[in-house]
């Protein structure tokens, strides 16, 4: 089974500042799709970003954006600009092109300090 | 803009009793999943559902856990017995695309 790690249990950065939380994985697939979820206190997960591992290009969501190394096999989330609302535990997920099921990290839980 | 809603926000029930959650998905959407996450831990993936069959299951979705789409609207998880070990969030997470997963606010299960 794939195993996704997020090494970085928690994080914190200044509102306004610029914060990067790490995800790697592993698989012997060449095919197959990451994300970030952010989860806030009301527990419901929303998508932050996706990325497809065909594409080179960064994928990129307003202040939110990714570092995806594909022969690293890791993928950073970058949130610039953070905000109060951007604090939360976010969650780095990898399912393969051909399954159905999303693996899912440990989490990294994000405070943001006014 | 449109959203998987799921009930009961929380459900309390006793050990060995069944248990029914409830998700409606996004209207146009195909694919259907269960996770649970229990506190504290990530997330664990139960089950995928699409063209009305089980697509994908967990070593967790043993034969106590059931899934169905009985009015091709609401998608249900049952679980016929259950344990203390049971109790988590559980997540419902539709998607029109294979590839991509919105979730539900989750149902909270405690088990006593």
């Known amino acids: 089974a794939q195993t996704v790690t997020q090494s970085q249990p928690e994080m914190s950065v200044q509102e306004a500042e610029t914060v990067t939380l790490s995800c790697t994985y592993d698989?012997?697939?060449?095919?197959?799709?990451l994300f970030w979820y952010k989860q806030p206190p009301s527990r419901q997960m929303i998508l932050v970003i996706r990325q497809e591992a065909y594409k080179q290009q960064n994928a990129t969501e307003n202040r939110f954006s990714v570092n995806f190394q594909k022969a690293a096999k890791s993928f950073s989330l970058k949130i610039s600009d953070s905000q109060l609302g951007d604090a939360a535990m976010y969650f780095c997920?990898?399912?393969?092109?051909?399954?159905?099921?999303?693996?899912f990290g440990t989490g990294t839980s994000l405070t943001v300090i006014p | 803009e449109p959203e998987v809603t799921q009930t009961p926000s929380h459900q309390v029930t006793q050990m060995g009793q069944e248990v029914i959650l409830r998700c409606v998905p996004i209207s146009n959407h195909l694919y259907f999943y269960w996770y649970r996450q229990i506190l504290g831990q990530k997330v664990e993936f139960l089950v995928s559902?699409?063209?009305?069959?089980?697509?994908?299951k967990s070593e967790i979705f043993d034969d106590q856990f059931s899934v169905e789409r009985p009015d091709g609207s609401n998608f249900t998880l049952k679980i016929r017995s259950t344990k203390l070990e049971d109790s988590a969030m559980y997540f419902c997470a539709t998607g029109l695309a294979s590839y991509e997963q919105y979730f539900g606010p989750g149902t909270r299960l405690t088990v006593t």
């Open positions: 559902f699409y063209n009305n069959e089980i697509s994908e």
């Open positions: 997920a990898y399912r393969s092109a051909t399954g159905n099921q999303f693996y």
């Open positions: 698989t012997s697939e060449s095919d197959y799709y």
